[in-house]
């Protein structure tokens, strides 16, 4: 293979048969169940990189099933994302992902940078309630739950959330094990349809767990829950800040 070839064709690895295709990636009948809730803001300060601010002691705690995803198949994610402020822009952090699949493991990490670990979440919908768990190999790490459908929540507020600008921070390291890229990068969702909105009581529970650390930002007060279920694409980053520069 010719130095122009491998150029034109290297977009990931493995070079002659990566793990995921290209760019656009849409999401269809994507299922979210995310609980709002109060943690202490020493334990949160403390795993939020500057130039992000904290905007208030609050955590996102995520279920996610994603049953038809361009390029990614069939997958359910976990983790927790953050509300923050970059140069006066309100949007979240992306602080930690557990999933499923192989495939969105790699090309999140590598093309946007984002937290993803394999592990085994699921959503399952038992009766009036929605339950989502997180185990990590055979220990449970996080159980979720949701009454199911209980007050239909205003569509306008969810596409707005849904809109902000999301961060992360992306890091690849060099051969010799010292960062090559160190990066604070934004992305947004596009391309929004949402299907339905609903709210409920909702409980969280976090277990400690030396590699799945959600259990990190307790659990002080369960705020608030959201359901909905919407077909969104995820658009391209770009980076805002260069730690390495």
């Known amino acids: 293979m010719k130095l122009s070839e491998v150029r034109e064709r ?4 493995p070079l ?9 990636y849409r999401f269809r009948d ?8 109060r943690t202490d803001p020493e334990a949160l300060a403390a795993v939020v990189p500057e130039p992000l601010e904290i905007v208030e002691p609050v955590v996102k705690y995520e279920f996610i099933r994603m049953p038809d995803s361009t390029g990614f198949g069939d997958y359910t994610e976990s983790g927790q994302v953050i509300p923050v402020r970059f140069r006066g822009e309100e949007g979240v952090y992306v602080h930690s ?3 499923d699949d192989d495939a969105p493991i790699a090309g999140g990490r590598e093309i946007w940078g984002f937290p993803k670990k394999l592990a085994n979440p699921k959503i399952v919908h038992e009766g009036d309630v929605i339950v989502g768990t997180l185990h990590y190999g055979s220990q449970l790490c996080a159980t ?4 199911y459908k209980h007050r239909e929540v205003d569509r306008e507020s ?4 849904l809109a902000v600008p999301n961060f992360l921070l992306k890091i690849i390291p060099h051969v010799d094990g010292s960062p090559r890229i160190l990066e604070l990068v934004r992305y947004f969702l596009t391309d929004l349809t949402l299907k339905g909105a609903w709210t409920a009581p909702a409980a969280l529970q976090l277990h400690a767990h030396a ?5 990190r930002l307790p659990v002080l007060e369960v705020k608030s829950a959201l359901h909905f279920v919407a077909d969104l694409t995820l658009g391209p980053g770009e980076v805002v800040h260069d730690y390495l520069a």
Request: aromatic fraction near 14%; glycine fraction near 6%; proline fraction near 11%.
């Open 144 to 147: 979720g739950t949701m009454g």
């Open 158 to 161: 969810v596409l707005k959330a």
């Open 30 to 37: 994507r299922e979210y169940v995310i609980v709002t809730y």
């Open 97 to 99: 992902m557990y999933l």
């Open 16 to 24: 002659t048969n990566p793990s995921y295709p290209p760019a656009p």
């Open 10 to 13: 290297a977009f990931a690895m």
């Open 211 to 215: 590699i799945a650390d959600v259990a």
